[in-house]
């Protein structure tokens, strides 16, 4: 019956290590995370302020190109 606290304090002991290991994992990942998203997020705004500035262009065109033919 001595081999039973020594396994029980090694069990005990694991038990603690996987939850700390586990704990210092989802801490790190959820910063990754956090990092990707607002990388993400400045791709995405980006290909919208692109997007807008050619719609942009593409109405200035337009204009120019109504006021040709108002002209004639």
Excluded: Y
């Amino acid at each position: 019956m001595n081999g039973w606290p020594n396994i029980l304090s090694f069990g005990l002991l694991c038990t603690a290590t996987g939850a700390v290991l586990g704990l210092l994992t989802f801490s790190r990942n959820r910063k990754n995370d956090i990092k990707s998203n607002v990388k993400n997020d400045a791709t995405e705004s980006a290909i919208i302020k692109t997007k807008l500035d050619n719609i942009g262009q593409f109405v200035d065109s337009i204009r120019i190109d109504f006021k040709a033919s108002d002209q004639r």
